[in-house]
């Protein structure tokens, strides 16, 4: 059984920084992908960033270079570092896992965690 379980999220202050995680089981972070969405309120679920099983990133065009992505593969989990944070970040972060290459269209990743809340306070 898969499972991704997101934690970190929060309410932090317009320019503050913050670490997600995402522990993932029953699949290995080296032999997949895992990516990062977010769901913003009224908006559809965006791709954020993504990392291969080798370690090759990809970031949402919004990203802007603030936000970083990366693993251990040791632990087995994901982490995205989000930086200068503002407003337009406020979302309920995803991450997902799938065998194979990286989608920015989150229809095609097969397991999902239960999102972990970012809140930015102005």
């Known amino acids: 059984q898969v499972q991704l379980v997101e934690t970190g999220g929060g309410l932090v202050q317009t320019g503050a920084s913050l670490t997600l995680s995402c522990a993932v089981s029953?699949?290995?972070?080296?032999?997949?992908?895992v990516a990062w969405f977010r769901q913003a309120p009224g908006k559809e679920r965006a791709f954020v960033a993504g990392i291969s099983y080798i370690g090759q990133t990809l970031y949402g065009d919004f990203v802007k270079g603030r936000f970083t992505i990366n693993k251990d593969n040791a632990k087995n989990t994901v982490y995205l570092q989000l930086n200068n944070l503002n407003s337009e970040a406020r979302a309920v972060y995803y991450c997902?896992?799938?065998?194979?290459?990286?989608?920015?269209?989150?229809?095609?990743?097969?397991?999902w965690g239960q999102g972990a809340q970012v809140t930015v306070s102005t």
């Open positions: 997902a896992v799938r065998g194979g290459v990286i989608y920015l269209v989150d229809t095609i990743w097969e397991h």
């Open positions: 029953g699949h290995s972070v080296n032999g997949n992908a």
